[in-house]
């Protein structure tokens, strides 16, 4: 995968998102040390993000998603370089069996050898990330403020909300429903042992690993349009769980 970089790689990603009827806001990339690289960004649906950015609406209600890409810079500059380029940083003892192939003459075998006979010396591990996709869709905060503090209200969105990140998140290698409450102040105080609780936070939480074996745009493009079809699904399921809910 020499041609890649990681502007490439966000840029695939963002074609994915279009690809699955996704408009995104707040673009913001960055590192955290020390050495990953970050991109992220706020997607929605295209035609409601259409409406809003046209100036008929101050605030756009609607159901939103997180998308994170996190790259691990290292082993992009590793998959990039290669193996013959990764032994130039290396220092390493020579088994004896491949000594043997090299001609006496030889000083210095590192250099000497091969792609192939570097592939074999020289291997990413099979466990070994490119990076990760991280998707967190969540209602707006207007849809949550106007939960009531019911028990029973709560305990069928969580379901709901679980039924929905289990069909839609198929493919994801990490599927979780975030459900924070808020305690409502009673007439008493908030010592109140009857005081009820609402949803204050809720999101739906997708990660798609990116294994560097293998990775390639190809591949690269699939796994990004595995995450944009999860987070499209979910902007529509969230708002059918609410609907539903009244």
Known sequence: MPQLTRQQIGGTLLTALRGAGLGV?????????PVTWFFRCLA???SELDILESGALDILHA??????????????????????GLAAYLATEIPDEALESFSPEVDDPISDLGPESLDSLFAFHQDVLLGSLVIDVAPPSLWLDERPADPEGNERLARRLGILAQEVGRDADAVEVHIEGALEASEEGWADSAAGVRPAGVSVHFAFDIPLL?????ELARAFDSGAQAAAQSLEAIRRVFERLG
């Open 63 to 84: 159901p939103s998603a997180l998308v994170e890409l996190a790259l691990d810079e290292v082993a992009l500059a590793g998959a990039v370089i290669g193996a013959e």
């Open 214 to 218: 293998g990775a390639d745009e190809r």
């Open 44 to 46: 929605y649906d295209q």
């Open 25 to 33: 806001r707040d673009l913001f990339e960055g590192r955290q040390e």
